[in-house]
């Protein structure tokens, strides 16, 4: 049973930087492409960036790109979203997912599978 646990959010000011990680376990990722979503209060959840475990190719939403960097370790089983330059609407709880799927463009929440619970973050201006 695939498990995903995030971890890294917190309060930080504008402009500021938070690592977000996301712990996977339960089968082997290589095959699947990890990716990170958030959701603001009121609004629907939002597609932020994605890596396909094997290749490492990526995708960032419009919104995120030049200022978000997604990772993986493979030896970790571990996923990374590295956010600098914190704006206060990046607040959200942040979710790591994991899809079965090959391509990384064009990804909505319908496309994972495995979620995880969430962190919180939230940028004060």
């Known amino acids: 049973q695939v498990q995903l646990v995030e971890s890294g959010g917190g309060l930080v000011q504008a402009g500021g930087s938070l690592r977000l990680s996301c712990a996977a376990s339960?089968?082997?990722?290589?095959?699947?492409?990890m990716g990170w979503f958030r959701q603001a209060p009121g609004k629907e959840r939002e597609f932020v960036a994605a890596?396909?475990?094997?290749?490492?190719?990526?995708n960032y939403s419009d919104s995120v790109k030049g200022r978000f960097t997604i990772s993986r370790d493979n030896a970790k089983n571990n996923v990374y979203l590295q956010m600098n330059s914190l704006k206060p609407e990046d607040t959200a709880v942040y979710s790591c997912?994991?899809?079965?799927?090959?391509?990384?463009?064009?990804?909505?929440?319908?496309?994972?599978?495995?979620w995880g619970q969430g962190t919180q973050v939230t940028v004060s201006s």
């Open positions: 890596i396909r475990w094997s290749s490492g190719i990526i």
């Open positions: 339960g089968r082997t990722f290589n095959g699947y492409i």
């Open positions: 997912a994991a899809s079965p799927l090959m391509l990384v463009a064009g990804l909505t929440p319908s496309d994972f599978r495995s």
